[in-house]
């Protein structure tokens, strides 16, 4: 079927490609893809031809040459000796942490924040949009430098002296200092792999468990108890493993030798304060995502579940929050983004991420601005369309699918 500017059927001809409609697209879309790639041409060209002239030339071969500058806070193996390949993957694990860490604390706060933003108590609501309005109004440098300042005021390591110190440990395992805060950690021995793997399993018992309970409610209306039955899965098997391997799993707890703590592991102030300000900053916005999701779902369902004997509780977690889903997450992701992005204001405490290994001291130290510009718009590319990806394919699992 044609429309009426299409010609009679017959053989192709070129003037075909701008007066008939089946093909007028596609010239188009071609022509501006041939300008759009002539340009990049040119500018790339261009961007040689001036290196060229001014003796630069891109090479990426200073990444193997020694970095010469320390890092504080490191996931891997690091020295000033390494190189700047290796200063740079330091940077790199640095930025995934603190953005891991941040979304999941700001999720979790942005989602308490905005269920409670719409509780009927007068108190709990006016003090959840007080947060809000005031986190979310202030720009997070702001916050990050008020924090680090407030950790800055934390007692000194050597408040904890004597015999009648001015700072005491908290619970005896935890101790808190204007340089982090130190915390207990696990120690590995022979056998800790298998206790490890026991206790993975047992997640996963309890998952299936769960599974197997939805399951059987759906298809024969059974009632299937798992809340003892996960409580034993999660414990028992462990602790058998555990003892049985002869403890292999301990802890070191930090504590005071010389001017400072050692054993345990140690949160930098930096990351402290990155941490709290991503996550206290972008957990405000998520939870207006949150209240517009829970606001989008028809008070008649509500209403339907609450009918059936469902407690309020209940009615948010089964009702309300799977089907406000598909309002939260879409803007959910753009607000992961901003907090991997947001990540490269770390510089301003201090904290040693991509930006300020490789966009910053490595630059400075190399002159190599081009080279270390490209690997880092590359690698923040990456990581965008990893996390779109990675939450585009769980929108997808919890969108509503018509029957």
């Known amino acids: 079927m044609t429309t009426m500017t299409d010609p009679p059927q017959g053989a192709f001809r070129l003037s075909m490609l701008i007066n008939d409609t089946r093909y007028r697209s596609y010239t188009f879309q071609f022509i501006a893809l041939i300008v759009l790639i002539a340009a990049l041409a040119y500018l790339m060209s261009n961007l040689f031809a001036n290196l060229a002239a001014a003796g630069l030339n891109i090479s990426y071969r200073f990444l193997n040459e ?179 391997m002869g403890r292999p799993i301990g802890v070191d707890v930090p504590e005071l030798a010389g001017f400072n703590f050692q054993g345990g592991t140690q949160i930098g102030r930096p990351l402290i304060a990155l941490w709290l300000a991503l996550s206290i900053y972008t957990g405000a916005f998520i939870a207006e995502n949150v209240r517009a999701g829970i606001q989008a779902v028809s008070k008649g369902q509500t209403e339907a579940a609450s009918s059936l004997g469902l407690r309020p509780g209940r009615v948010m977690n089964l009702v309300v929050l799977p089907q406000a889903l598909r309002v939260i997450i879409p803007p959910l992701i753009s607000q992961f983004l901003n907090i991997t992005k947001n990540s490269s204001l770390a510089i301003a405490v201090g904290y040693a991420d991509v930006t300020a290994t490789l966009g910053g001291i490595t630059l400075n130290q190399t002159g190599r601005a081009i080279e270390c510009i490209l690997l880092l718009m590359a690698f923040y590319l990456t990581i965008s369309l990893l996390i779109s990806a990675v939450m585009n394919v769980y929108n997808k699992s919890v969108s509503l699918k018509e029957r």
């Open 66 to 244: 020694p970095a010469g500058y320390d890092v504080q806070q490191t996931l891997i193996e690091y020295t000033s000796q390494s190189t700047h390949l290796r200063a740079a993957w330091v940077g790199i694990l640095n930025t995934l942490l603190v953005a891991f860490l941040a979304c999941v604390s700001a999720t979790i706060l942005g989602v308490i924040a905005g269920v409670l933003r719409l509780s009927k108590n007068w108190l709990v609501s006016k003090l959840m949009s007080a947060y809000v309005e005031a986190f979310r109004n202030v720009p997070v440098l702001v916050w990050i430098l008020v924090i680090n300042t407030v950790v800055i005021s934390m007692p000194n390591p050597r408040a904890y002296r004597g015999e009648t110190p001015d700072a005491e440990m908290l619970f005896g395992l935890i101790a808190y200092t204007n340089r982090g805060i130190y915390i207990p950690a696990p120690t590995f021995g022979p056998g800790a792999w298998l206790v490890v793997l026991v206790f993975l399993a047992s997640i996963a018992g309890i998952f299936f468990l769960r599974r197997y309970a939805v399951q059987q409610l759906f298809d024969h209306g059974r009632v299937v108890k798992t809340l003892w039955p996960s409580v034993a899965i999660f414990f028992v098997p462990t602790l058998l493993a555990y003892f049985v």
